[in-house]
């Protein structure tokens, strides 16, 4: 296709072993977070991958969710 440009989307998917890394939790948690539907994940051939920029927008709602449960959504 003409004019049409990926820059590697590769480098924008996560193993389970970096969300985990980065949330603090074990590689099992994530795994079944991901199994669960619990963060938007997705299977490549036999291997969980998650897009980064759908990581950060997950991550930015449960740290809304939090703030909504400990105020009740007066902040």
């Given amino acids: 296709m003409k004019g049409?440009?990926?820059?590697?989307p590769l480098n924008t998917?996560?193993?389970p072993?970096?969300?985990a890394q980065r949330l603090n939790v074990s590689h099992g948690t994530v795994l079944r977070f991901c199994r669960?539907?619990?963060i938007p994940a997705?299977?490549?051939g036999a291997q969980?991958?998650?897009?980064?920029?759908?990581f950060q927008?997950?991550?930015?709602?449960q740290k809304?969710?939090?703030?909504q449960q400990l105020f009740g959504g007066q902040f």
Avoid: E, P
């Avoid at 969980?48 to 759908?54: K, L, M, P, V, Y």
């Avoid at 927008?57 to 709602?61: D, E, H, I």
């Avoid at 809304?64 to 703030?67: A, I, L, T, V």
């Fill in 42 to 44: 997705f299977r490549l």
């Fill in 36 to 38: 669960t539907g619990q």
């Fill in 57 to 61: 927008t997950w991550l930015a709602g």
């Fill in 13 to 15: 998917l996560l193993k």
């Fill in 17 to 19: 072993a970096d969300v």
């Fill in 48 to 54: 969980w991958r998650i897009d980064a920029s759908d």
């Fill in 4 to 8: 049409f440009s990926v820059a590697n």
């Fill in 64 to 67: 809304n969710d939090s703030y």
